[in-house]
């Protein structure tokens, strides 16, 4: 939370700074301590959520906040097939010649709003460690032998 208000802060320094007094991004960079790139991002986002200097009254950092970043739709993350792994582990246990970039280029034949490839990959890889078995075998010190 503190790192929040730290933030909602800058932002309201950079908005100061560019209406109140003319600066430039690099001399607002300069002033505030933050990357030129920060200090664009900040005010692209205030130009594009309509945000002005001084901010409207009654506002505070949970407003500028909510306008600056608002929610997004939760249908646009959902709305995305999740493949089969199962499917996709079967096939590349099936032929050495099958790989992964190749069974998601078909998965993304069918669904071409669907997950990127290190997305892909990093489910996958994420379903196959939950699947793995592990035998602990528990046992005192000297009492057995394991050769491997």
Excluded at 105 to 133: I, N
């Amino acid at each position: 939370m503190g790192q929040l208000r730290a933030s909602m802060r800058k932002i309201c320094e950079v908005l100061g700074l560019q209406f109140e007094l003319g600066w430039g991004q690099r001399q607002i960079a300069r002033a505030t301590g933050l990357s030129a790139s920060t200090v664009h991002e900040y005010v692209v986002r205030c130009q594009a959520a309509g945000v002005g200097w001084p901010l409207p009254e009654g506002w505070g950092e949970p407003e500028l906040l909510a306008a600056l970043r608002p929610a997004l739709p939760r249908t646009a993350a959902s709305a995305r097939a999740r493949p089969d792994f199962a499917a996709v582990h079967r096939e590349l246990q099936a032929s050495k010649h099958t790989t992964l970039h190749l069974l998601w280029k078909e998965y993304r034949a069918g669904e071409p709003r669907g997950y990127t490839y290190s997305r892909f990959c990093f489910l996958y890889r994420r379903w196959r460690r939950a699947g793995e078995l592990v035998l602990r075998q528990d046992h005192r010190p000297g009492e057995k032998l394991f050769v491997d």
